[in-house]
């Protein structure tokens, strides 16, 4: 409760000069009866009709002193405005971010070839690993030294772990074409073998239909797509097929050895 000492503080604070309680207020002061005397409404102004006669007005009575009681001030409410719904704008369709391939790539030389090939496990290849030795045999099969030259590192994408860069598909296909493409200038290429679909993918643009056909790349020359090694390996049925289009294709490689 506040007494009437700082209650007034509070009212000269706030620039109040008079005010009337809506209850009766403990520790308050008594009220001045000539404030809660409420002013007698004005009277109606006289209409005097023209006569013939001068009409002498009555004199008017005295009129009273007005007193003014102060009312606490009502700041009126706004009117509420009707909310209006605002008609849902099509959300914009955001484009899916495609995750980038991968993979792991090898390139290597045999005779006038080089060989594109998938790495199964992601390392390099080890001498006795199983995909390896039946590199070996389809090289030797096709008359091409069976101890291929390994050129270069792997090829590994994604290339960055994090980052901003685009690494999508579109992005591992200039990259893939455009680093066998640096190496074929280096030395002659009779055919270049492309073994496992990431290889035949992302250095040819074609996918599994392609395998055991041959291949004119732009830029790359001719290429073979071949199935992945772990892929014959798991379906040796798949050999002969490969085996039959070698047989087509063993004379591009054997004309560049004469």
Known sequence: MLNESRRRAYLTAMQVVSWVPRTELPFAAPSRPELLVLPEPPLAPEVIKPSAKPVVAPSKPAERPKIEVPRPSVTPRPASKPVVQAESAPAAVKATPIAPPRFALQLLRAGRCL????????????????????????????????????????????????????????????????????????????????????????????????????????????????????????????????????????????????
């Open 115 to 258: 060989v594109l090939v998938e790495l199964p496990t992601g390392g390099a290849f080890q001498s006795r690993d199983p995909a390896y030795l039946l590199l070996k045999d389809m090289l030797r099969a096709a008359g091409l030294p069976d101890s291929p030259q390994i050129i270069g590192e792997p090829v590994r994408w994604p290339l960055l772990r994090r980052g901003t860069v685009d690494q999508g598909p579109q992005a591992a296909r200039e990259f893939v074409q455009g680093f066998v493409m640096a190496r074929l200038e280096e030395a002659e290429c009779a055919c270049l073998w492309l073994i496992g679909l990431p290889a035949v993918r992302f250095a040819a643009n074609v996918d599994a239909e392609a395998f055991n056909t041959e291949l004119e790349i732009e830029g790359l020359g001719c290429a073979w797509a071949l199935p992945g090694l772990e892929l014959l390996m798991d379906e040796p049925h798949r050999k002969a097929d490969v085996w039959q289009a070698m047989r087509k294709l063993l004379a591009r490689w054997k004309q560049n050895d004469e």
